[in-house]
């Protein structure tokens, strides 16, 4: 057997979003929401595009949304590619899914609370070793919630997850692990297949299952995302490089300045602070002359008159 990623967008929707099995999201948002407690019983899937319905509004598009116990409103995204402003995405599509429950000349009674929980497959948060964390209104000084929970955010992040398949306890590390290591599976393992809907999902992840076009559509984006992760590694290759670069172009000039210096105190005595602060504005190419030329230097006037005609 051989499967899919579920970490593209077309194989998290295919999985999660399938209105014939709401089986498999109700056990994956128990897991990563409610620790693994049953506490969504039945959900409805909804379409996750959302389109603006106020002119000026950005559109907005989810992987898999739905309506679940306590009226509440979940949306699903798959990450793989840390984005620029992608924090500031998950912000507002949170608040717009919120706000756009409203229709005109409905009250504010009406609105139920939002839960965003969006999967990354690169770390967000490098201050915690939390592999899921919850976001809530808080009080900043005494640390109590805001009234209602209206909106939460939650995060799971994929690199954290360093666990094997002997070493998998609760529900929520075998969805992770699903996640995270289906495509390198050959075949349903036990401690996996255990949880029938983690099986399910397994059989829609299974490559036999799709059609031509399908897995036409699958490899496109595959190669799509491994040709963007590459473009952002080379960016980082060549900002490191270019970073190394100028360190050592400006470890150069300060070690070349502190030579001048030692070089001007030994010919006219202590360096005014004035003095020192212009020979720290000289470009390599007029430290090169200044150090040639001090050797004609008797008193401090001389560097003086040099240094404000280099500097003119």
Known sequence: MRFISPKTDFAFKRIFGSSEHPEILISFLNAMLYDGEPTIQDLEIIDPYSAASVTGLKDTYLDVKAKITGNKTVIVEMQVLNVAAFEKRVVYNAAKTYSTQLKAGEGYLKLNPVIALTITDFILFENTEKLISHFVFTETEEKFAYPNCELKLVFVELPKFKKELNELETLAEKWIYFLKNSPSLDAVPATLGSVPEINSALIIADRA????????????????????????????????????????????????????????????????????ANIQQLSGEQLDDLGEALLDFTTQEDVIAWLESALA
């Open 209 to 276: 299952n799709l059609t031509v076009k399908e897995a036409e559509d699958l490899d496109k984006r595959e190669m799509f995302i491994q040709d963007q992760l590459g473009s952002v590694m080379k960016g980082i290759e060549i900002g490191l490089q270019q970073g190394i670069e100028q360190g050592i172009e400006r470890g150069k000039i300060a070690g070349q300045i502190a030579l001048i210096l030692r070089q001007i105190v030994r010919r006219v005595g202590e360096v005014a602070p004035e003095i020192e």
